[in-house]
């Protein structure tokens, strides 16, 4: 690899850091292994080509086009972690990820499963907030939404901080900034 491939590679997981939280060779290998999966499944769970994941893991592809395969990721991230702590067996998790797969990501706000609502049938926040930061996220680069949020910021500081904290902030940050704003 060159160093201009090498600088592109670094630049695209510097933007998926921004809009995923992290690189996403990393998220899907973590998917991977929490969920027992080899690439070719999980590209399939996610409704990829085994190319585009294989692109997307290494930073030959920065962004991840379809809002329904984020939305898929999304779901893979809870469902891993209920894997983890125990409430979800391996069985149920198989299940559910052919769930995930038929899925043709509509607004998560609208679906009515365990792992997306309370037990009031409610979003839950991280849900709600994941929500808010896919939609910024699919309309702007997290640099192009800094820098909108510097243009208002003078006038409208609120206004910035929600584009920062969401569009381009971490995920435990945006839950934060939304129940410090619900009273």
Same mark, same amino acid.
């Given at each position: 690899m060159d160093a201009a491939q090498q600088e592109a590679t670094a630049r695209a997981r510097e933007l998926q850091r921004n809009w995923y939280g992290e690189p996403l060779g990393a998220l899907f290998r973590r998917l991977i292994d929490d969920l027992g999966l080899n690439q070719a499944r999980l590209a399939g769970v996610l409704g990829l080509s085994a190319p585009m994941l294989s692109q997307l893991m290494s930073g030959q592809r920065a962004k991840i086009g379809n809002p329904a395969v984020v939305q898929r990721v999304q779901l893979l991230q809870e469902l891993a972690g209920q894997v983890a702590d125990g409430s979800v067996s391996a069985a149920e998790a198989t299940e559910r990820m052919d769930e995930i797969k038929r899925s043709q990501g509509g607004s998560v706000l609208s679906t009515n499963t365990s792992q997306t609502t309370s037990s009031s049938g409610a979003p839950t926040v991280k849900r709600v907030v994941r929500e808010i930061q896919s939609l910024l996220r699919s309309v702007a680069a997290a640099g192009d939404i800094i820098e909108a949020a510097d243009t208002?910021?003078?006038?409208?500081?609120?206004? @910035?901080?929600?584009?920062?904290? &969401?569009? $381009?902030?971490?995920? @435990?940050?945006?839950?934060?900034? &939304?129940? $410090?704003h619900q009273s």
């Open positions: 208002l910021a003078p006038a409208h500081p609120e206004l @910035a901080e929600f584009l920062r904290v &969401y569009g $381009a902030g971490r995920t @435990a940050d945006a839950v934060a900034h &939304y129940q $410090a």
